[in-house]
């Protein structure tokens, strides 16, 4: 699956977050380790909101 992250140069490295995951972001001191960093964030985030859901009931919608 894909995802669009957005990134910040700073002095201190890059600031990087997934727009469509909110509270989604991580760092890196550069281009590269800032993506491999939001990568894990991105994977650890999707297993918190799966195991949140564990018990409730969901559906699916279509945005036309």
Do not use: F
């Not at 509270?23 to 380790?33: K, L």
């Not at 894990?40 to 564990?54: F, M």
């Amino acid at each position: 699956m894909k995802y669009k992250v957005l990134l910040k140069k700073s002095e201190e490295g890059y600031a990087i977050w997934c727009p469509g995951l909110p509270g989604c972001v991580s760092q890196g001191q550069t281009r590269d380790e800032a993506i491999e960093n939001i990568k894990d964030a991105i994977e650890s985030y999707l297993e918190v909101v799966e195991e949140l859901g564990v018990n409730e009931e969901s559906a699916y919608v279509e945005i036309n």
